[in-house]
Every structure is written in C-alpha cells, then in structure tokens.
C-alpha cells in the first residue's frame, strides 16, 4: 500500500458522493491517498563523510610499494509517523517510531607493484598485496503507539500509551584478502595475465571462511603477425581467452550462527510476575561457504582501414555453483527458511558489438555504433528430491510469495532443474466464461461452482475444480536478446548523440493488473476498458470479467497478469556547441549542452515501466 499505488487506485475526482453507491467517503478512505500525504511522515537526516588516502613510494625502478586507505562514515537517523488515517495506524491509533543507524567502513590497501623489460622482446609488470576491509554497524529502534494526542507526529513518541521495548543491534564483518597478478608479453603480441586471490570472509564459520579464486587469460594481437601485417585494411585482430573464478558471500551477518533476541510480549511466571524470554531469530548453518563462479570466455576484437571500422565478439559459458540461497524448510524446525549452498546456475551466451566511423574529415564526422548480446541461462543441479509441482514432478522449488497484503500473496516463479530460471508459475486462463455452454463445463475452484462472466480458469489435472494441482508454467521472464545502437555526428563546432537500447522477448508479470482490470465494485480505481468491457448479458464477448467478479486476489496468479515486456527505448540525446574562444585569451574553452533522457519508448507493456526490476534478483 505505498503511496503511488494508493493514487492510482483512489478516486480521480474530488465530491464524488453524488455517484457513489458504495457508501464510502473517497476523500476520507482509509489508506487512500490523501491519508498518505497528510498522515504519513518518513523523514530521514544523513550524515555521509568519505574519504581516501594515497601514498606511493618508489623503491627503486622495478618496485613501487603502494598504501590506500579509505573510510567511508554514515549516520542517520529517521522518524515515521502513522495516523489513524491508515489502517496500520488506525489498529494501535497512532504508531510512531524512530530509529538511528550508523556505520564506520574502512579499507587499507597494501600493494607492491613490479614492472621489467628484460629487452624489446620481454615484458613484465605484476602486483601482489593484501586487502582489508571492515564494517561497524550500530542500529537502534524506538517504537510507541496509542497516542491520546497526535498533534506533534513522531515527535510525540513520548506520550505513546504502548511501548515496544528499545532494539539494539551491533554487526561487525571483515573481509581479508590476499592477491597476486602477473603480466607477461612476449614479441609485443603474445600476452599472458595470470590472477589469484584468496578472500577471508567474517561471514562463514571456521574451516569455511576462505575462497580461493585463480584466473588466467591469454591474448593473441595477430595484426603483429606477418601474414596479417601484409593486409593494408586490417589494423587490428586480437584473440583473446580467458578463465576465472570469482566469489561471492552476499548474505546476512551471522547466518553461521544461532542470534537471540527478547520476545515481542513478555511471559508470566507462576507467581503471576514477568519473566523475560528469548528466541532464536534464524537457524544456524555453519557449513555455509563462497558462492563460485567459473567462467569460461573467448573473444575477437577487429578493426580495419585504420580502425575506422571495428568489431568485437564475445562467447562465453559461467557456471555458479554452490548458490547462497535462503532455502525453505519444513515447519517442524520452527523457521520457515535458512541460509544454505545449494544448487548452480548455468550462463552461457554471444555478444556483439560493431562501430563504424562512416565519414571523418576536418569539418564533419559520422559514427555509428550498436550492440547485441545473446544469454541463455538454465538451473543446474539443484540437489533437491524430485516433487510434484502443479501436475507435473521436478526438482524444483518456488520463489518466495510477492505480496504481503491483500493481493498477490503466492510466489511468482519457479525453479526447476534444467531450465530456464525464475519462470512464471500460475494458473493459465481461457478467456471468460461467456455463456451457458461453457458454464456447463467449466470447473469449480477450489469447490465453489462457476459463474458466467468470471475467468475461464484451465482445469490441468481434469478433476472439475482448480486446485493447486492446476498450476502450471504460464511465463518466461528471460529475454531472447538485449540490444543498443547509437550514433554521433559532429559538424565544425555542433554535435549531436543519441543512443536506443531494448530488450526482445521476455514476459513480465503486471502486477497491478490484479486491481486494475478487475470491476470488482470495491473503492479501488479500474481502468475504463476493465468496465466498459466487461462481460454483461448484453456484451458475451468481453474481454473482461463481470462487474462484482471479486475473487482475483483467490485465484493469486494468472497468465492474465503475463504481458510481453519487450521494448525500444530513447535513451539519451545530447545537443553540443563549441563555443569559440579563441580571442579570450582568459577563457581556454566554453562548452553548452542539451540533453535529455528516456524521450520515447515503444513498447505493448501497460505499466510504468518495462524495466521493472522488482523481485528480478530474489527468488
């Protein structure tokens, strides 16, 4: 119920009452969008200082020793304020809470530096040193609600009714890092770069906190070769490849171990007194390790008639194993998840890029550029017993439920070993159940018999009533490809850029449409086509269902939320002018700009943004 949300749903006019045969104030309605602006406060004030230090020293021609050390300070504190306007504050009338948190980062880099040429024929250059980088974290959270007088907001905290009791929470982690490269070149065409680096993470348990991460990489500049030196329209060709493994320990502090924390409400004792009690908050995993990409990756860069015109190709093929994954558990352990390694992810995929300087003289210049990258991604291993799914049996699990209020309150995606990752999983659909035939045959869900006008939901399993055995895969958020082209143009003292880029192929599930194209006769705002054609006696073929259809937030997931998400959009234009200065002999150069971002977008998806990245990351 954010604050956007709540205005697209609310009334768009002002003295609605006239039309209005719901009985309800839409100017006084409880979490609509005015109660949002005049009773919600969430107001924040940031302290930020960073800061960096450098110091080399030459030790001689060969060695240079480096030290860096940076901080980076953070305080803030923050208030919020919920009136009785909003149902969370209406529950206690008034809650208001604040909170302070503060962190101290800091870095020291020690590196030593090395560089040689044995002759015109040898080179070599490498670094070796050792990282440290390490965090404090302060939290502190106050809370009060049942406020007699609510005039002075959050800042009235103490003349709540009802305290929580004061949170304090400390974090500390660390990361040490030891870390080795060395470049060699041989003949100026031959190169060889070999890394190794070996992470300590505070994150993981003894015998487990270290990860050990090699690569190597050779390139190939063939335009030194004579066989290519020969051809006067190449002026570059080099063949690269590479292998590696990166790590990483992205999750909560202290997921190794079993933290306690007081009860919410406190106990009672035999006598009748309190008694303080405590729980655990998370279950502990203490064979928790690094997450490890391995990758495998080839590439060729050219470029002709001197470099006027160039390319690049890319393939490679990464395997993340080991994920670091908040894996659902059985109810019998008290938690509902933990932190385990589990399951790899397979990424494989061709990039291309190409660039072309189509005219380039003293008074003009033209260039064109444009990319476009090919990505399959599939589910490894997962380690997971087989299981049914809707009416089918994967290795697979469910992504975490999107919602947490009224509306999409079920998990949107499904993980299933061998493929694509994150697919939709729903309910697919079959138009509206549009007249008496089609009610005749038309299933129950979940036992309670159809009607005409409501969603034709697909009966998967052929029982005569829709269950979760229903559920099947309704989407594939995976694009097909991503691309961007652009170009520059500059004559005498003008320049103009602009650059598109789009994605081709992917579905995304809409959200919004669970309230948006329903006319369930609630206080909600509907789009016009959700009424207007809706199915009516008089309008069998809507394409929507009938006004009072009021059970999508029941049925949760349909492939009637599914909309390509497939798109082109107008990045960036830019507008130069070179301001000549040549006769000011104060001024060494003057430039003047105008510039704009995401001017147009073509696209067939209808909410905010076909970029929406919500829950893109999370499974």
Known sequence: NNLVRQIISGAPILGFDDNNNAGTDFELALDGPRAWIEDYDDLSNETRILGSLKLDYEISDVFKYRVQVGADYRNKDRKIWYGTGLFRGQQ???????SNLNRFRYNIDNTLMFRKNFNRNHKINGTVGFVVDKSNITLKTNQASDFPNKDLRADGISFGQ???APFLGKQRETILSFLGRVNYTLFNKYLITATYRADGSSKFGEGKRWGHFPAVALAWKMEEESFIKNIESISQAKLRLGWGLTGNQGIPNYRTLTPFEPTQTPYSNASGGVASAIIPTNLANPDLTWETTSQYNAGLDVAFVNNRFSATVDVYYKTISDLLLNVEIGPSTGFENYFANQGELINKGIELSLSADIIDNESFKWNVYGNIAFNKNKVGELGIPPATFGNQTYSAFLGRQVSGGNFFKVPANIFIEGEAPALFYGFATDGIISDQTQLSTAPDFRGSPAQLGDVALV???????????????????????????????????ISLSFFFNGVYGNDIANGNLLRENYADQSTNNVRVEAYRDAW???NVNGAYPRVGYNIADETGFTDRLIEDGSFLRLSNVSLGYNIPVDNISFIDNAYISLSGQNLLLFTNYSGFDPEVNSFSFDP
């Open 92 to 98: 206690v009338n008034g809650e208001a809470g604040f």
């Open 162 to 164: 009802n305290f929580q």
């Open 459 to 493: 009966d998967q399993d052929g029982d005569g009533n829709i269950t979760d055995t229903d559920l099947t895969i309704i989407g594939d958020p995976n694009p097909d490809f991503n691309y961007g082209f652009g170009s520059t143009l500059e004559y005498k003292d």
């Open 536 to 538: 009516r006696p008089d």
